[in-house]
C-alpha cells in the first residue's frame, strides 16, 4: 500500500504572495499542480544567482524590475516555445493519462517551455527574494484573474513608488499608479480589473 501523500498536501497552496517555505500552484481543473520545493530547485537557485549577477543594489526600481522582466521572459523561458499548446504536449509526453500532475517549476525551466503561470510565478519568487536580500522595497502579489481575453497570471510589486504590473508573458511593465500606467493597463487586463486592483494599492497607501 502506498502511504504517500500527494505534494500537493504536504506543501501549502500559494495565494497571493509569495510563502517562504515550499509550496504548490494549483490552477483551474484539470491542470497541472505546480510544486516548487525551495530544498530541491537547482535551476531555480543557480537562476537566482545568475541574476543577482547582473543587479547592482544601486540600480533604479524601474529598472531592476525590467531585468527581472527580461531575464525571465528570455533567459529562462524560450518565447517561441510559450505556448498553451507546446505546455500541453510537454505535460502529455512526460505524464501520460494524468489529469492534475504534480510537475515542478524545474521542469519547465529545464524545457523552457511555459505560459502566463509559470513565467509569473517565476518572476514572483525572484521579486519575493529581491526584497528578502535587499535590492527592492515593497510587497509582491501573484495576480490570477479572468481578464477579457480569458484567465491569465502576473505579479504585481507594490511599493511606495508604484504599482508596477510585470507581465513577463506578455513582456511589459507598466506602473498602474500613473494615469497613463492605469489606462495601458486597462487596455489589456480590462478596466473592471485594473479598478479592484487600485482598491489594493489604496489600501496599502
Not at 128 to 156: M, N, V
Not at 172 to 199: A, P, V
Request: with cysteine; proline share 4%.
Amino acid at each position: 500500500m502506498n502511504l504517500l501523500l500527494p505534494l500537493f498536501f504536504l506543501f501549502c497552496p500559494i495565494k497571493e504572495t509569495i510563502p517562504d517555505g515550499s509550496f504548490c500552484y494549483k490552477g483551474l481543473h484539470p491542470r497541472e499542480i505546480i510544486i516548487l520545493d525551495r530544498d530541491n530547485s537547482p535551476i531555480l537557485e543557480n537562476s537566482y544567482q545568475d541574476l543577482l549577477g547582473i543587479l547592482e543594489k544601486n540600480t533604479s526600481e524601474k529598472e531592476l524590475l525590467l531585468h527581472v522582466l527580461l531575464f525571465v521572459r528570455e533567459t529562462l523561458f524560450d518565447p517561441s516555445l510559450c505556448s498553451m499548446e507546446s505546455v500541453a504536449a510537454l505535460i502529455s509526453s512526460h505524464y501520460p493519462g494524468e489529469l492534475e500532475p504534480e510537475i515542478s517549476l524545474e521542469f519547465f525551466l529545464k524545457n523552457r517551455i511555459g505560459v502566463c503561470r509559470h513565467s509569473a510565478l517565476t518572476s514572483a519568487y525572484f521579486l519575493h527574494r529581491l526584497s528578502k536580500d535587499g535590492y527592492l522595497e515593497g510587497t509582491t502579489f501573484l495576480i490570477r484573474d479572468d481578464i477579457p481575453g480569458g484567465r491569465h497570471a502576473w505579479t504585481l510589486f507594490l511599493s511606495e513608488e508604484g504599482a508596477w504590473h510585470l507581465d513577463t508573458y506578455w513582456g511589459f511593465l507598466e506602473n498602474g499608479k500613473t494615469r497613463e500606467g492605469f489606462q495601458h493597463l486597462s487596455q489589456y487586463y480590462g478596466r473592471h480589473i485594473m479598478l479592484e486592483q487600485k482598491k489594493r494599492w489604496a489600501n496599502n497607501d
